[in-house]
């Protein structure tokens, strides 16, 4: 019997970019059957017409799950992940694909080989759907460090989400997927590294096989500054819970998270060229770092902003 491969694709709108997700991944040249499992969490656009006809052109491969309400994409993700029948299971989200037709069967025969890896990332690249500008990256590990903590304080760690291969027995074994749909975290990547962390080391094949679509807008890359208030409290949730999870290591404190709230909010009105918001964000959150002393003033707001540019 030939080895199953799962592949999750949790689906919110894109309809204009889920197809090339799906045919990159249809498109793989593999020894083994695949199966991709995509649930979708209440498309506003025609993301479920679009998925409804690649059931129907490739029907023993696509399984859907239609939610009947939105969930958020942390539950999305591990409600798709329970329903996975593969050995081994990857991510591709609806606006991300697979450039490389060998993916894999690359990671395929490094995971038969190393029986003991559970976790196999490659090098990718992002693609700036506004710009067409495609980068590429290298997938890295800072081995000085715990993997834990490079993924905790997201130094010297270096992945993409579309690029992994976990095993399945592995995956389910150590992941609360029912914390995941019951918190309705509003990650399912970041949240799911910290944790396995704890119990495997991640390997490497340092070949570029996934491409991360950057879009002008999207769940982690918010317009406004109410929608991106409210996907760090989110994020809050979801930080706590890892903090209640591993005491000895990683501690939750309000007054520092409001803080951060308030420097994250500063970072935003940096991005977007707002003086105003920026010195208002910088004020309350009462810190001395450059870039706050630089939010003080409008010559200095400016200056600091050609400087990064440089």
């Given at each position: 019997?030939?080895?199953?491969?799962s592949?999750?694709?949790?689906?919110?709108?894109?309809?204009?970019?889920?197809?090339?997700t799906?045919?990159?991944?249809v498109?793989q040249?593999?020894?083994?059957d695949?199966e991709?499992?995509?649930?979708?969490?209440?498309?506003?656009?025609n993301?479920?017409?679009?998925?409804?006809?690649?059931?129907?052109?490739?029907?023993?491969?696509?399984?859907?799950?239609?939610?009947?309400?939105?969930?958020?994409?942390?539950?999305?993700w591990?409600t798709?992940?329970?329903?996975?029948?593969?050995?081994y299971i990857?991510?591709?989200?609806?606006?991300?694909?697979?450039?490389?037709?060998n993916?894999?069967q690359?990671?395929?025969?490094?995971m038969?080989?190393?029986?003991?890896?559970n976790?196999?990332?490659?090098?990718?690249?992002?693609?700036n759907?506004?710009?067409?500008?495609?980068?590429?990256?290298k997938?890295f590990?800072?081995?000085?460090?715990?993997?834990?903590?490079?993924?905790?304080?997201?130094?010297?760690?270096?992945c993409?989400?579309?690029?992994?291969?976990y095993r399945?027995?592995?995956?389910?074994?150590?992941?609360?997927?029912?914390?995941?749909i019951?918190?309705?975290?509003?990650?399912?990547?970041?949240?799911?590294?910290v944790?396995?962390?704890?119990?495997?080391?991640?390997?490497?094949?340092?070949?570029?096989?996934?491409?991360?679509?950057?879009?002008?807008?999207?769940?982690?890359?918010?317009k406004?500054?109410?929608k991106?208030?409210q996907?760090?409290e989110?994020?809050?949730?979801?930080?706590?819970?890892?903090?209640?999870?591993?005491?000895?290591?990683?501690?939750?404190?309000d007054?520092?998270?409001?803080?951060q709230?308030?420097?994250?909010?500063?970072?935003?009105?940096?991005?977007?060229?707002?003086?105003?918001?920026?010195k208002?964000f910088?004020?309350?959150s009462?810190?001395?770092?450059?870039?706050?002393?630089?939010?003080?003033?409008?010559p200095?707001?400016?200056?600091?902003?050609?400087m990064k540019?440089?």
């Amino acid at each position: 019997m030939s080895t199953l491969i799962s592949v999750v694709i949790p689906s919110y709108n894109r309809a204009d970019t889920v197809g090339q997700t799906i045919e990159s991944i249809v498109n793989q040249i593999v020894n083994a059957d695949i199966e991709i499992v995509i649930g979708d969490d209440c498309s506003t656009d025609n993301a479920r017409q679009v998925l409804q006809k690649y059931k129907e052109k490739y029907p023993n491969i696509i399984r859907l799950i239609f939610h009947e309400h939105n969930i958020g994409l942390g539950a999305n993700w591990a409600t798709c992940i329970k329903a996975c029948r593969g050995k081994y299971i990857c991510n591709c989200d609806n606006d991300d694909y697979w450039h490389n037709p060998n993916k894999l069967q690359l990671q395929l025969d490094y995971m038969e080989s190393h029986s003991g890896s559970n976790v196999l990332i490659t090098d990718h690249r992002t693609h700036n759907r506004a710009t067409g500008e495609i980068k590429e990256y290298k997938a890295f590990i800072d081995r000085s460090i715990p993997l834990q903590d490079a993924i905790w304080y997201g130094k010297g760690f270096v992945c993409c989400n579309a690029s992994i291969m976990y095993r399945a027995d592995f995956l389910k074994t150590h992941l609360p997927l029912d914390d995941f749909i019951s918190y309705r975290f509003a990650l399912q990547d970041w949240n799911t590294w910290v944790i396995l962390a704890a119990y495997t080391d991640f390997d490497i094949i340092e070949v570029s096989t996934a491409t991360f679509g950057i879009e002008t807008e999207s769940i982690t890359r918010p317009k406004d500054y109410e929608k991106h208030k409210q996907r760090l409290e989110k994020d809050a949730v979801c930080v706590k819970y890892l903090c209640d999870m591993f005491p000895n290591k990683y501690h939750w404190d309000d007054d520092g998270w409001c803080k951060q709230l308030n420097l994250e909010m500063m970072n935003f009105a940096y991005k977007r060229g707002d003086y105003r918001k920026a010195k208002e964000f910088a004020r309350i959150s009462g810190g001395h770092s450059l870039k706050e002393m630089c939010a003080k003033t409008w010559p200095t707001f400016k200056l600091f902003l050609l400087m990064k540019r440089i």
